[in-house]
């Protein structure tokens, strides 16, 4: 696929470095698994902050509980953003979003971060966060079949 710009929320950044393959509905995964793999890539793709639902909640079931303008989430959108020196309106390729993480977070800041949320407990944002640490790439997906 041409590069085209992602509009991610501020926490969203961080959930694609976690990204597994798990997600709320099916499509929802499949639209995430979609975007990942393009920042896999094309880590020079744009990303466009935005501060509020953005390309990924588009995906969110309509018919789960709704959560996407939650006050909690904009709190949780704008932590991530402060810790990581970003402001909705700036636009980046990926590649400068992961080397900010690389260079002003430490795995373990997840769970101060994302402590409201119900994925934390799985450990697989804060081993991306350690992957990215290390200076690799976003590794390949588990193949659909074995989530
Ligand atoms: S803990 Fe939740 S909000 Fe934080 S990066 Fe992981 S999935 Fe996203």
Same mark, same amino acid.
């Given at each position: ?93 990926? &590649? ?30 804060? &081993? ?20």
């Amino acid at each position: 696929m041409a590069n085209r710009e992602i509009r991610l929320r501020g926490h969203h950044l961080l959930c694609l470095l976690g990204f597994r393959g798990m997600g709320y509905s099916a499509a929802f995964s499949a639209n995430m698994r979609e975007v990942y793999n393009e920042l896999r890539d094309e880590p020079q793709t744009l990303v466009s902050i935005i501060g509020g639902p953005d390309d990924l909640c588009a995906c969110f079931p309509k018919d789960a509980e709704q959560h996407c303008e939650n006050r909690s989430v904009y709190e949780h959108d704008k932590r991530i953003l402060e810790k990581l020196g970003f402001a909705a309106g700036m636009t980046l390729p990926w &590649a400068d979003v992961t080397l900010r993480v690389r260079d002003r977070m430490q795995p373990e800041d997840i769970n101060t971060l994302c402590y409201t949320c119900e994925w934390r407990s799985y450990g697989v944002c804060e &081993a991306g966060v350690r992957t990215i640490k290390k200076g690799s790439p976003l590794p390949p997906l588990p193949p659909l079949s074995h989530l």
